[in-house]
């Protein structure tokens, strides 16, 4: 129950940079105490030499509607006796020197749709949530050793009804089907925080706790979130806690003086953005800021956020060398503490760009407290090795293996992002080099490669079908391309490759365990052939992947592998069902009782050109004992090498 009057420990908490639900104490919230029904305003401005409050409930004339300053802090109050919910508001502050600023409420649950900028009461209860079995399930299951394939997308332009934007409601009723049909297991948001311009895609926000009207009401994302939990998807939402943008109704000079960002310019200037940095030393932003996620996870049942620019946050701008922010850094952690204290199973993503190490480990081991980091290293060095002409390809060997050398140092995400296909850098399609044919087969082999490698993922809208003009956010997905054949059996590619991760454990049972990864042949520059094993939990529970950079086809190529039993391919990119040229192992491979490319057996393979091939051994029944202690062998004796040489190493 919301009182009348902010309590002293509300208060003291906030200054304290640790009132984790300060959007109870700020903003617009109706109030009954003793059945007087009334409506509490609260705004923290410590510059402010007075604070109105206008609205279309006093035809915008503050005059009598004078706030109470609580205390020397800068927080200030008003009560009025009447329900105004659904009503339009605003602050006229008055700055020290006597300007006068009208600004939308910093914590407001909805806002008027843009153009218009004014904040509106709003009783957030009142929907019936329906997703206990999604909550039930996610305390079960551990999200390291679990399938994750994010589908990120921007809401306004996945699909548009009419030229227009669908509502959260009708987006309900559309993507979910879709996502399902294709085997996402989560959704992750572009940011829907409330933002003045469609062409900042949500990252310059002015309304953190109010999501963006656009598309509907609270309620109504609330509804669409519910519906995702339902189907069993998950919903990441971006998130920008680094920086906002310096509209004039904003957060920007909020009482006509620094008071959300740094006060020093340099500290404060994002200047290739045009953005403010959040002061993130000042106690009452912390509280602002690690109250917003606790409040999208609390009222609107996120299920964790991709934290965008750490990098940005983590560093002092404009400098010509890396200064570390120590005020960021404590933030970080100070913010990851208190997202797991509320939701041990919550995902926090980190965005960032740099080596900072220990990204992902928990705040007690030193870490910043992240359980996943986007892994843009790999994804940099993919796809510059992709567009190499491929017969450059054998010069450019370690940009494929390089990944693995530190692909255990954080539990990472593999992604393909909005990033990658806006600001002139084309399509992924369009990346690839070659005829039209080529570029299909390539990019087939590129999201083969990604499920198979170490890590979860993520793919942008459009991707799944191959989109291939790059993203143009005013417009709706390319979804004519369902017309012509390649793109259709690309989807049907993606589809299948979704579903075979999702399939076989090893895929992502030891994503972040050096077990769960093994080259067979990492030195093969000259045929640009990459071979390793993926291995589950179970010792017998392997995956061999055979991937080839050119577009040379090979019969009868001998691979190494660690089970003398027949192997099975179970996924072929090159099968003419997705567009490829058909060089595909339609037959059991026997295994042979030979050594080679150091694995105790070898088997002979077509290797498909531009493909990836995925083999799993078949297992009769009565001898998968005899091949677990045959593993068990294998894997005891791979160990002690790799300890002796560790040994060795050290003794050097």
């Known amino acids: 129950m919301i009182a009348a009057n902010p309590t002293d420990l509300e208060v003291y908490l906030f200054h304290e940079g640790s009132l984790y639900k300060s959007y109870e104490l700020f903003g617009a919230h109706v109030i009954n105490e003793g059945g007087k029904v009334g409506t509490r ?34 927080v200030w109050t008003i009560v009025v006796p009447e329900n105004l919910e659904g009503h339009l508001y605003k602050y006229e502050i008055v700055t020290p020197d006597g300007q006068v600023l009208f600004k939308a409420d910093p914590y407001a649950f909805y806002s008027e749709l843009r153009p218009h900028t004014a904040s509106i009461a709003y009783d957030l209860k009142g929907y019936q949530w329906n997703d206990q079995s999604w909550k039930r399930k996610k305390r079960r299951k551990r999200i390291y050793d679990q399938p994750m394939v994010i589908y990120e997308l ?87 806690p680094g920086h906002f943008c310096k509209d004039a109704h904003g957060l920007y000079m909020f009482d006509g003086a620094p008071t959300y960002e740094y006060a020093n310019e340099k500290d404060r200037e994002n200047y290739v953005w045009g953005t403010a940095n959040f002061d993130l030393g000042k106690p009452e932003v912390r509280s602002f800021l690690i109250s917003n996620a606790l409040f999208w996870l609390e009222y609107y049942h996120i299920d964790g956020f991709r934290v965008d620019a750490v990098a940005n946050m983590l560093y002092w701008p404009n400098n010509d060398r890396l200064y570390e922010n120590p005020y960021a850094v404590e933030f970080l952690r100070k913010l990851n503490e208190a997202v797991f204290a509320y939701d041990p199973n919550a995902l926090m993503i980190a965005e960032d760009s740099t080596d900072w190490p220990k990204v992902t480990a928990p705040t007690y081991e030193g870490g910043l407290g992240f359980n996943y980091k986007w892994n843009m290293g ?26 693995l050398l530190y692909a255990y140092s954080e539990n ?24 039209y044919e080529e570029k299909f087969a390539q990019l087939r082999l590129l999201y083969g490669y990604m499920m ?7 793919l942008f809208m459009g991707n799944e079908f191959a989109q291939f003009d790059e993203w143009k956010f005013e417009d709706e997905l390319d979804w004519v391309l369902f017309d012509f054949e390649l793109h259709r059996k690309m989807n049907d590619y993606m589809k299948e490759l979704i579903a075979c991760y999702k399939r076989y454990k090893p895929f992502y049972e030891l994503d972040h365990d050096p077990q769960g990864f093994e080259w067979i042949d990492v030195h093969n520059a000259e045929q640009s052939i990459f071979s390793f094993i993926r291995r589950g939990k179970k010792e017998d529970d392997v995956l061999v992947i055979v991937c080839n950079f050119t577009n040379q086809a090979y019969d009868d190529y001998k691979v190494g592998v660690p089970l003398l039993v027949p192997y099975r391919e179970v996924l072929n990119s090159d099968a003419v069902t997705f567009g490829g040229s058909g060089h595909v192992n339609g037959k059991r491979l026997s295994a042979f009782n030979e050594p080679f490319h150091g694995k105790p057996y070898h088997v002979r393979m077509t290797i498909p050109p531009f493909g990836i091939s995925i083999l799993r051994p078949v297992q009769k029944r009565g001898e998968r004992k005899r091949n677990e202690k045959e593993m068990h062998r294998h894997v005891i004796g791979r160990r002690a090498r790799k300890s002796a040489s560790l040994a060795d190493d050290k003794h050097r």
Not at 55 to 71: A, I, Q
Not at 193 to 198: F, Q, S, Y
Not at 452 to 458: Q, S
Request: glycine residues 8%; charged residues 25%; contains cysteine.
């Open 452 to 458: 198979a490698h170490p890590g979860k993922k993520l």
């Open 378 to 403: 790999w994804m940099n060095d993919m796809l510059k090795y992709m567009e190499t002409p491929p017969y450059e390809r054998r010069h450019v060997h370690n940009q494929v293996t390089f990944s």
């Open 154 to 240: 921007h809401f306004g332009s996945w699909k548009k009804k009419d030229g227009r934007f669908y509502t959260y409601r009708e987006m309900a009723d559309e993507l979910i089907s879709y996502v399902l049909d294709h085997g996402f297991t989560h959704i992750e948001l572009l940011p829907l925080v409330e933002h003045p311009l469609d062409r900042s895609w949500g990252y310059q926000g002015t309304g953190y706790y109010a999501v963006t009207s656009r598309y509907g009401t609270p309620h109504d994302f609330m509804y669409f979130v519910d519906r995702c939990h339902q189907a069993g998807i998950g919903v990441i939402m971006d998130w920008v």
């Open 41 to 74: 305003f609260c705004v923290w401005a410590p510059h402010a030499r007075e604070v109105r409050l206008v609205g279309s409930f006093n035809d915008w004339d503050g005059t009598d509607f004078r706030l109470e300053k609580v205390n020397d802090e800068g």
């Open 412 to 435: 990472f995400i593999l992604p393909f992002s909005h990033d990658e296909v806006v600001h002139g850098k084309k399509s992924l399609l369009n990346k690839m080099p070659g005829s």
